[in-house]
């Protein structure tokens, strides 16, 4: 069975490309998340990720 990714794989971040085959559909901290989870009465899921995989993917940005 073929994985289908979710909206993450339209990120650029090496980040949360890593992600975006991930069975959750993910959103990005933005104003859509925040939206759709008030229209649909439901609770924001924060993840922080993992600090250390996060900033070595961050520093290699540049």
């Given at each position: 069975m073929d994985k289908k990714p979710n909206r993450?794989?339209?990120e650029k971040s090496p980040y949360l490309l890593q992600h975006a085959y991930n069975p959750v559909?993910?959103?990005t901290w933005d104003d859509e998340?925040?939206?759709i989870a008030k229209?649909?009465?439901k609770p924001?899921?924060?993840s922080s990720g993992y600090s250390a995989c996060h900033w070595c993917h961050v520093s290699s940005w540049n």
């Open positions: 993450l794989i339209k559909d993910w959103y998340a925040f939206e229209r649909e009465d924001v899921f924060l």
